[in-house]
């Protein structure tokens, strides 16, 4: 079984540390090298070639949204997935922009991030609802795709509310009782029809079209 090879990348030793080991201890994760800052994580990144970096934002010397642009400009096939303390909605849209796969907080759980962690490397995005639904408008194309949601499948419309709710593609399958490979197919359709690249766009243009409610609503209500 081939192994997920990650680069760590955080100004904390005590915390890097705790996480590689917590990361040991699954058969299919790898630690192959830390780094405490950008810098640092660009020049292991090119000797080592990760299948995905772990990366904080707020690091001394090079930050992590400056360390995500220069990786994946020189390395555009690796993963970068942000692991911080911070839940603005800048850094959140600059961490997208420059090109990280996804955007996951330290209070996670543990299965959790390991849950994460297999599902970037599958090609999902690691991405919770709340953070999801706060993207609003930095992500939905301001094309044809506002309008063309009526165009949509009833199946098409319950794989993209899914998808916004967080569900993988393994979880859709088994909720709607299709097959993992038509849950593919489905997405592609919907990508095709909405003009939208991948699965943050198309959870946000979810909410932003009702086909989901906004959890902030929820937690309101």
Same mark, same amino acid.
């Given at each position: ?32 090298? #830390? ?24 690091? !001394? ?16 096939? %690796? ?30 759980? !543990?299965? =959790? ?16 609802? !709340? ?6 408008? #930095? ?16 199946? =098409? ?7 916004? #709710? ?33 699965? %943050? ?5 979810? %909410?932003?079209?009702?086909? %989901? ?9």
């Amino acid at each position: 079984m081939d192994r997920i090879r990650v680069l760590l990348v955080d100004d904390h030793t005590l915390f890097r540390k705790g996480l590689a080991s917590l990361l040991q201890t699954q058969e299919d994760i790898e630690v192959v090298g #830390e780094a405490s800052n950008g810098i640092e994580a660009l020049k292991k990144a090119r000797t080592l070639m990760p299948d995905l970096i772990l990366m904080d934002i707020y690091m !001394p010397k090079c930050n992590g949204l400056d360390a995500t642009k220069m990786i994946k400009n020189e390395m555009p096939y %690796v993963k970068i997935v942000m692991l911080t303390v911070s839940d603005s909605d800048q850094s959140l849209f600059e961490a997208i922009k420059c090109g990280a796969q996804g955007y996951l907080l330290k209070n996670l759980e !543990p299965f =959790e991030l390991f849950n994460m962690i297999r599902s970037v490397f599958r090609g999902e995005a690691p991405i919770s609802s !709340p953070l999801a639904a706060r993207i609003l408008n #930095e992500f939905v194309s301001k094309n044809s795709a506002r309008d063309s949601h009526g165009t949509l499948t009833q199946r =098409e419309k319950e794989v993209l509310t899914l998808i916004a #709710e967080g569900a993988s593609n393994k979880e859709i399958a088994y909720r709607l009782k299709i097959s993992e490979n038509t849950v593919k197919n489905h997405l592609r359709n919907i990508m095709e029809k909405l003009h939208l690249q991948n699965r %943050v766009q198309l959870a946000v243009f979810a %909410v932003k079209k009702g086909l %989901v409610k906004d959890t902030q609503d929820k937690d309101q209500s």
